[in-house]
């Protein structure tokens, strides 16, 4: 089953990289969050743009996380210049 809200799409993949460890550690590593910033700003477009980049930018993960969450990478793609249009100017 697909999803096209992008925000659900990205709140999914965070779930999803959250739940292995040293995922969850290269994320923080690669975009400089914090455990309490994605707490406290897991909803905002540009910290969810970033988990979406963070699975982008390495080709397994993206793909692994979008079998993991019933999506196609495409669609996780798309979830990404959704919230961040500017990035794909």
Do not use: H, K
Request: charged fraction near 25%; charge should be negative.
């Amino acid at each position: 089953m697909t999803n096209t809200d992008p925000t659900q799409i990205a709140l999914n993949a965070l779930v999803w990289t959250l739940g292995d460890e040293d995922r969850a550690q290269r994320l923080l590593d690669t975009t400089g969050l914090t455990p309490d910033d994605l707490r406290a700003r897991a909803s905002e477009s540009a910290v969810l743009s970033a988990v979406l980049g963070f699975l982008e930018n390495y080709e397994p993960d993206l793909l692994a996380c979008a079998e993991g969450i019933g999506e196609r990478p495409e669609a996780i793609v798309a979830a990404r210049a959704a919230l961040d249009p500017e990035y794909y100017e």
